[in-house]
């Protein structure tokens, strides 16, 4: 691999950014789901008028199948910051990649 000083300005700083992301940060892949369900209780509000309650759920892909993992909403913000964090990875990758692609041509 090359001396990081060959490397153009651009992908100096994205490269920069990706790792200030990777290792400063927390992030986690997936996608944040609101469901709603009935609790199945008789007297709940929610049998009477049709609706149902509100959950959050962590929607990810292990393999071929997908998981639902429910999340509290005492930790709803923090993870959308995760899932946000990882998707701002997957974009600084894709910068770099770029410019190693045209460092090939």
């Known amino acids: 691999m090359e001396h990081r000083g060959y490397f153009s300005l651009q992908e100096r700083v994205a490269r920069s950014e990706l790792a200030k992301l990777v290792h400063r940060k927390p992030f986690l892949q997936g996608s944040i789901v609101k469901r709603t369900s009935r609790c199945g209780k008789d007297n709940c509000w929610c049998a009477k008028e049709g609706g149902g309650h509100t959950a959050c759920y962590l929607s990810i ?6 998981k639902m993992v429910y999340i509290p909403q005492s930790f709803e913000k923090e993870a959308r ?20 692609f045209e460092r090939i041509k």
């Open 61 to 66: 892909r292990i393999g071929e199948k997908r």
């Open 81 to 100: 910051e995760w899932v946000m964090t990882y998707r701002q990875i997957n974009k600084q990758i894709a910068k770099v990649s770029k410019y190693c």
